[in-house]
């Protein structure tokens, strides 16, 4: 699996399918819009210094695409720490068109939880010990590979909130050592956050989801954010299964993958 970076994509190294071309421009259009700014801030200056990288994955619904996923992933976390302070992982998914056409937000939440959990089968490491492995902890988040990641999904259903609407099933993976770096400059943080929140409301037609809170707030799911509706409803539980406690048993840690 390759991970590409801007220029790579905007130069000759290149992936050779039409879509993946489309997903990063319509990806590139979206961080770079003056007009309609895109709500997240360290996002756009991620993208503006190439921080950030880019991997391409097979229909989400497929059998391959949590091995696929899994060996990004895996790929991104050996080597985040060079690749800058606002760096996050962008997943591009071949997006048919039954499945960008027909397929409901509710759908797309069920999509995702479902390849999330796929996913974690998929990981070669133990879940890291200072992360509780339920999703009802306040301090809960989805890990891989031995790293904590806030994980963010949008879909071509999602129209209300365009902020998570996207031509492609996309997943944007931050580093939980990304947002603790941002935070540690409250000056910026102070300066930043009523920016992006008012950049927000003017983004989407509809106010910011109730479940936007802070990580580590006791009244705060992690979970809740990483798949918005295009209304302000929620799941009444976390659908994700790490379905490790086979594989542990099994003894199929590794500290050398």
């Not at 809170?213 to 992690?222: I, M």
Request: glycine share 4%.
């Amino acid at each position: 699996m390759i991970l590409y970076d801007n220029q790579m994509m905007e130069g000759h190294s290149v992936p050779q399918e039409d879509w993946q071309i489309a997903a990063y421009h319509a990806f590139a259009a979206k961080m770079t819009n003056r007009e309609e700014k895109f709500p997240c801030i360290p996002a756009t200056i991620g993208f503006t210094h190439s921080h950030l990288r880019y991997g391409f994955v097979t229909d989400p619904r497929s059998a391959d695409a949590e091995r696929i996923v899994a060996e990004l992933i895996r790929d991104y976390t050996d080597n985040s720490r060079q690749f800058g302070k606002y760096t996050s992982l962008i997943l591009f998914f071949q997006t048919p068109n039954d499945l960008k056409n027909k397929f409901a937000v509710e759908q797309y939440e069920s999509l995702f939880w479902d390849l999330l959990s796929r996913t974690a089968q998929e990981d070669k490491r133990e879940w890291p010990q200072h992360i509780p492995e339920d999703p009802s902890s306040h301090v809960w988040e989805f890990c891989f590979h031995e790293e904590s990641y806030f994980v963010y999904c949008a879909t071509p259903a999602h129209f209300r909130r365009q902020s998570r609407h996207f031509p492609f099933f996309m997943l944007a993976l931050t580093p939980r050592w990304v947002l603790t770096e941002f935070n540690k400059v409250p000056k910026q943080v102070q300066m930043l956050k009523p920016l992006i929140r008012e950049r927000l409301e003017a983004y989407d037609t509809i106010g910011p989801h109730p479940d936007l809170k802070l990580y580590g707030a006791e009244d705060n799911y992690e979970w809740k954010q990483y798949f918005l509706r295009d209304n302000d409803t929620t799941a009444s539980s976390c659908p994700f299964s790490h379905g490790r406690s086979s594989k542990t048993k099994a003894g199929n840690h590794s500290s050398t993958d």
